[in-house]
């Protein structure tokens, strides 16, 4: 296993059954993995919640610099005659209409901001769309926001914001590689595919994901040594539980038939988990 990857015990009483009429289990089953999370909550090497918000900050507040930087640069360097007061309006306006866009293209989403190309793509296509919107501005008003201007800033800050978002998924996956800022989420599955996508997150942990609990047959999990990590069958009570705990759910789609996958991300979907199919 990898550095600062470590399986816990989560193993649900022998007399557990697939039925919801037995999920009073369930909290019993659970109880070493809620004291486990507790404790990761404090430790350095995992700040939990306080790490969690300022993940889902740290890139608002380098895009914003990033942004602040680039129009002020261009509106000082090319808007001949204008102010410091003009500077700064266009400047945070600009800023405040490209977060709106940002947030509004989903690229404050993990599951966007994971496929590199997809993530650029939608920054050219916001930071187009800011340049374009703030040179019409100029046009009506006496902010003084010329072509020149607009399109200065525009690639100035698409520059600044490649080169902040590059630094910072770079340092996140260097704090993720020492067991950091990762992601508690359950495998669905105890087949060989989730015993693979078990092993392939232990040794991966700059991947972000803590595989917390695994979801399916017993005897399967047995089989394929997911003892330890095995919680319960996939019936809905079950997977309502683990969910209430849990972000994220990794499904092995060869694990479960067509109509079970159905039901079973259904499920999750509608307990606010994040899916993620193999």
Known sequence: ???????????????????????????????????????????????????????????????????????????????????????????????????????????????????????????????????????????????????????????????AVFVCRSTFRAWLLSQRAQGAYRRDVIVIGTNAEAASLVDLLDQHSELGFSVAAVLGRRQEAEAHGLSELWAGETDAASLQHHSKHLTGALIATTALDGQELNRVSRILFDSGVHVYLS
């Open 1 to 159: 296993q990898a550095a600062g990857t470590t399986r816990r015990s989560f193993s649900a009483p022998k007399d557990s059954a697939p039925n919801e009429a037995k999920c009073d289990n369930c909290a019993e089953a659970t109880q070493p993995f809620l004291q486990s999370t507790a404790h990761r909550s404090s430790s350095v090497n995992n700040p939990g919640q306080r790490g969690s918000r300022r993940l889902r900050y740290l890139p608002i507040a380098l895009d914003t610099g990033a942004s602040l930087a680039a129009w002020t640069l261009a509106h000082l360097g090319f808007a001949g005659g204008s102010n410091t007061e003009q500077t700064a309006v266009v400047a945070a306006g600009a800023t405040l209409t490209m977060l709106i866009l940002f947030h509004r293209s989903g690229l404050y989403l993990a599951r966007v901001t994971a496929v590199r190309l997809e993530e650029l793509t939608r920054v050219l296509r916001a930071v187009t769309v800011v340049s374009l919107a703030w040179y019409i501005i100029g046009l009506v008003t006496e902010l003084n926001v010329g072509f020149v201007t607009s399109l200065t800033a525009g690639v100035l800050g698409l520059a």
